[in-house]
């Protein structure tokens, strides 16, 4: 009886978790295969699940369009964009929470997380107010600052939990050796925290690079439009829906996230854990 245990134990273990896999590949696995059938086949029943017997026809609708191409080239920049000034941001911030120790640091460090907390659609009218009045609608400065704002607080505390993790010796040695602060950051110990910097970059882009709300409210215009807005309003009609095409430059939109977890998987894992203990 308990060798009858052992063996149905991880039997039903692996059971449950190639279930539960199935459960949230399903879904990606059906966005790739509806992006191989026109509208009337993925609407037929019995739903077909074989990509081999689809058609290119919508890749070659979504690649031939310049305006799609438009909707990733306004991603990849405000996404860019928003990566670069979010490491840097988080770096002198991170540093300065780790190394230095001032009045009300503590307070400054939740009000940092506490902005999460709010929902986006709580500061939508008054944003728009005031990039109204700034000129800031329909440019990659006012939705790449945007981004920024919302994935800065958890890209600090990640940074700042990482600086925390290198001796404080090694700024003392730089110091006596004659560098500077800013050397010291630079030289010594930015180069021994690319693990959190990926880390960081990966959670900002994915961050930036889905964002729906804010770029449907900054940018207004077709030829500022990025991905997630570009796809909502150009295959959902009033009457009539093109799924086919939605799944298809969705599949489009995925592939650069999937090549990066790809490459980078290891580094993200290191960064999210290297933080995790001080010592």
Known sequence: MNKRKKIMGPILKYFTICLCLLVFIFPVYWMFVSSFMDNATLMAWPPQFNPFKGTIESYKKILSMPKYLVFFKNSTIVSGLTVLLC?????????????????????????????????????????????????????????????????????????KSFFDTIPTSLDESAKIDGCSRMGTLFRIIVPLLKPGLVAVGIYTFLQSWDDYLFGMIIMNRDEMRTLPVGIAQSFIGEFAHDYSGMMTLAVCASLPVILMFIFLQRYMVAGLTGGAVKG
């Open 87 to 159: 490491i840097i941001t988080s770096i002198f911030a991170g540093y300065s929470l780790s190394r230095f120790r001032f009045f009300g640091r503590n307070f400054f460090m939740t009000s940092i997380l506490s902005i999460q907390m709010f929902p986006i659609v709580a500061i939508l009218i008054s944003l728009y107010t005031f990039y109204s009045k700034l000129g800031l609608i329909n440019t990659y400065t006012g939705l790449v600052l945007a981004d920024t704002m919302l994935g800065l607080p958890l890209s600090i505390w990640l940074l």
